[in-house]
């Protein structure tokens, strides 16, 4: 198995990669990286670069073809599982961490501990939205700790303001939104906000700089488990 750490992960939040990482080893899950890891080409393709994101998949298929293929980004996910095979024709037998990290615990290879700390959870559009994946994630957080909902969740959720080119063209109203959703995330009363996409991590954290609430620890999902893991 290859995991796939994704372009913002591999360059700029490396602790999504290394945590993932340490827990894949800790649960003796044997997989590989890339050397010279490419791009999915997700935001190219959502930016409207098209031709530029198929000459970015085309190349990194020739790495990954052939392979299962584990990813952190909820962005790589939603590539790799519709548009390869929509735009190049190729399937790609690709997995999400939050299902992974759903059949280690299910296996007794990840063991929870549970306790009543309040959590709560931010679905990404492209893991919730454009997949349809919403319990899998929510079953992960409800073995280490008590979820609590956003009022706005599941397919009503509000977008973390990164998504579609938006943090790129309109900066502050990328911030405006992150603000707004980090006002639901706090009349929930849970002190840790937990999601599985980089591209909302690093929104949500920027939008926590200037937000005049009560601030939140806003982590990945593989954050969350790792220091949270009960070993035997």
Known sequence: MIYFRGCLSREKMPKIPDTTEKILEKTGTDYRTLDNEGCCGSVLLRTGFYDDALQVMKDTLKDIRGEKILVSCAGCYRT????????????????????????????????????????????????????GEYEIPRQVISHFAQLVEMERNQEKARCCG?????????????????????????????????????????NLELAQVTYSGKGITIVDLSQFILGRLNHE
Do not use: W
């Open 80 to 131: 790799f599982k519709y548009d390869y095979p929509d735009i190049l024709g190729e399937d790609v037998d690709v997995i999400h961490t939050s299902h992974l990290f759903y059949d280690l615990i299910k296996e007794g290879k990840i063991k929870p501990a549970a306790t009543q700390e309040k959590v709560t959870y931010h679905d990404p559009c492209h893991l919730g939205r454009h997949i």
């Open 162 to 202: 990164a998504g579609g080119g938006v943090r790129s063209a309109f900066p502050e109203l990328s911030i405006e939104i992150g603000k707004m959703r980090l006002d639901e995330a706090n009349d929930t009363g849970a002190e840790t906000l937990v999601t599985c996409c980089p591209f909302c991590i690093s």
